[in-house]
């Protein structure tokens, strides 16, 4: 049995004036015991999805189930079984630490103790503080505690939206590394993420854009679709080297990625040897250009620029 | 079970950890009770007044005497002239004179009638409307014991009485309305602020995907306040009492009964509230104009409603603070029964009973 199933979701909001398309016919199915990534960035359409399939919201079209049940008919049932951590998910300030996940504990149907296991790696750093106010705690710690709540009472699926947006390096392995033990435990999750590192650490992802999926595989398969070489391009004047590369007629994309500019070319390999003379010619010092491997938001950026269809027909 | 008891001890824990909030809550009625039982009075004492005795005989020496004996007037200054009274005015100090023609006693004994102005400052028109009708009371009270010596032959005598206050005390009216007022601010106000919080934390939104029912939550929220408002009742009750010396006349057991009636029908206003506002300022301003304002102008507490005008008198039937405190001035200082208010308790029950329906009904239970 499919954990989740959308048919051509559709969401449109009121916003001034115009209607704004926060999801536009999005289908997709999530099988069980997987751990399925919505990654796109602000505005993508990721926590109106969540909403729906919590049952918070209602769509305009489509059907959507979780676990076999309609989201509008038997949204009591669902709510019984899933686990939801919102994305603006705050906890009572002025209550401590052990009361915060006492109380979620409680309100669903469970105690600390008795899935302790679950949260014991994250709480158990926030265990000397259990009687601080959560207010009074350090913005990643909060985000501990957050995680530690909506984990407390074991669903059978976990809808996460954005929950390690906001959190040190660090504590963002921890969530993940909980998340593959939760994993193994049979639980199904739903998860979404701005950032693209922690896109390959799921099982398959959606890439999303403006209430669009651009595409869903596993994140290998993605990366293989990639079908160009891509080049990581670096010299002492990056600002000046970006202007150049695009202006560079033989570039099919140019992009600023970390240390390196990631380019390809129109005509591959032929341009390679055009493209070092070119550079050449600009007075760039320390120029390298090495062959890499295109990651997930290689592939993102990639599809973002090619077309849609209706831009084709135009 | 245990949902609603962890569900109320973190709505108890919000309450009594910020302090200032608490305080405003217990303290605000004790405050209002205090001004409005013994600062702010319609009562008028020792004011400062100015003589002018043009007669200077016996007769006047004993009615400024009686004057003077009154725990209503201070007699200020003694003037000589009449060009002074006005300038005794301007300098703001004090709030009446009184002027004594010449030959007082002469005109009284011969001519049967004799001339005393009094002069009040009519710019608070209540306060000198008192002042003269006190001035007058206590010259019309001379006069009768100088008419007992030598009998007139026709004489209306009236005979005034205050019914259920007779020293006319402003608590009578205070005490009704400040309950009205407090417990509807409490109770709608707060409940309305602290569900509303939940919504604007994004902790609604959990709750809301979770196995606890919905009313579970409403119910979690209202009892804390329910219980503050008992406290509070408890408070201005002992209060009106035992310091401001007011008694209950009726049934204790009636008014603790109509009162947590009025107490639901405001909880059930505040869910409302609730219901139509998405952040705290909105609960806050819904529940300062919404409720603040019909109470201290329409329940009939500050401005008679008699007086209104015609829009405003159908209006104030849909204040259920003028229905309480009908309840409340009836039964605790006439001492009347249910017989006599179980119309105004209906309505109050109607009304409680309205608002649950469309809280109900506009309750969302998605976002």
């Known amino acids: 049995m499919k954990s989740v199933e959308l048919e051509n979701i559709v969401k449109t909001y009121a916003a001034e004036k115009s209607i704004v398309t926060a999801v536009d016919n999005v289908s997709f199915s999530v099988e069980e015991g997987e751990l399925f990534g919505l990654i796109g960035p ?146 199904t999750i739903l998860v979404s993420t701005p950032y693209m590192d922690e896109a390959k650490l799921c099982d398959r992802i959606a890439l999303m854009q403006n209430g669009k999926i651009l595409q869903i595989d596993t994140p290998p398969n993605i990366v293989n679709k990639f079908g160009k070489n891509l080049y990581a391009v670096h010299s002492e004047n990056m600002f000046q080297l970006l202007i150049d590369l695009r202006t560079f007629q033989q570039t099919a994309s140019c992009f600023a990625f970390g240390q390196n500019h990631h380019l390809t070319l129109t005509e591959d390999p032929l341009s390679i040897t055009e493209l070092e003379e070119y550079l050449k010619s600009t007075n760039h010092l320390n120029t390298t250009i090495t062959k890499i491997e295109p990651e997930i938001e290689d592939c993102f950026m990639q599809l973002m620029k090619s077309p849609s269809p209706k831009e084709i027909i135009q | 079970m245990k949902q609603l008891l962890t569900f109320l001890t973190k709505e108890f824990h919000h309450i009594l950890r910020d302090k200032r909030s608490l305080l405003v809550l217990l303290g605000l009625p004790i405050v209002q009770l205090l001004i409005f039982g013994f600062a702010i009075t319609p009562e008028v004492r020792m004011a400062n007044i100015a003589i002018l005795d043009n007669a200077k005989d016996e007769t006047t020496r004993l009615i400024i005497h009686k004057i003077e004996n009154s725990k209503y007037f201070d007699i200020d200054r003694t003037l000589i002239k009449n060009e002074q009274v006005e300038k005794a005015f301007k300098t703001g100090k004090i709030k009446a004179a009184i002027v004594f023609q010449q030959n007082f006693q002469n005109e009284l004994m011969h001519a049967n009638k004799a001339q005393v102005q009094i002069i009040a400052d009519a710019t608070d028109p209540n306060q000198a409307a008192t002042l003269i009708n006190y001035a007058s009371a206590i010259i019309m009270d001379y006069q009768a014991g100088l008419n007992q010596q030598n009998k007139l032959p026709y004489t209306i005598t009236t005979e005034t009485r205050m ?198 009904k506009r309750f969302k239970i998605r976002l």
């Open chain 1, 42 to 187: 602000d505005g993508a359409g990721k926590t109106s999805i969540f909403r729906i399939l919590t049952t918070l919201l209602l769509a305009d079209k489509g059907d959507a189930k979780v676990l076999g049940y309609d989201v509008v008919t038997h949204y009591k049932k669902i709510r019984d079984i899933v686990g939801y951590m919102p994305g603006r998910f705050s906890l009572y300030q002025d209550l401590t630490v052990e009361e915060n996940l006492n109380f979620f504990a409680t309100i669903f149907n469970t105690t600390i103790q008795e899935n302790y296991d679950l949260v014991a790696d994250i709480y158990r750093q926030l265990e000397p503080f259990k009687t601080r106010r959560a207010g009074k705690l350090s913005g990643g710690m909060k985000q501990k505690l957050a995680l530690s709540c909506a984990l407390i009472h074991k669903p059978k699926i976990l809808f996460l939206d954005e929950p390690t947006t906001g959190v040190d390096p660090v504590s963002r392995k921890e969530f993940w590394d909980m998340l593959k033990r939760l994993k193994a435990q049979g639980i």
């Open chain 2, 163 to 360: 019914l259920y206050n007779p020293q006319l005390k402003g608590a009578y009216t205070s005490v009704p309305g400040v309950m009205g007022m407090i417990l509807l601010l409490i109770s709608a106000m707060m409940t309305s602020i602290s569900i509303v919080k939940e919504k604007e934390l994004g902790t609604m939104e959990i709750l809301l995907v979770s196995p606890m029912k919905p009313w579970l939550v409403i119910i979690s929220k209202v009892i804390p306040y329910f219980i503050i408002s008992l406290v509070n009742v408890a408070t201005i009750l002992i209060l009106s009492v035992f310091v401001l010396g007011l008694p209950i006349q009726g049934s204790l057991l009636l008014l603790i009964v109509s009162t947590v009636l009025y107490i639901f029908c405001a909880l059930s206003f505040g869910i409302l509230i609730s219901t139509i506002s998405d952040t705290q300022q909105a609960a806050m301003l819904i529940s300062l104009l919404g409720l603040m304002l019909p109470v201290v102008m329409l329940s009939g507490y500050a401005f008679p409603i008699a007086n209104m005008p015609f829009i405003l008198q159908v209006l104030s039937n849909f204040v259920p603070a003028k229905w309480y405190i009908i309840i409340v001035k009836g039964v605790m200082i006439k001492g009347i029964g249910m017989e006599q208010i179980w119309k105004e308790l209906l309505i109050l029950l109607a009304m409680t009973v309205f608002f649950l329906m469309i809280s109900i």
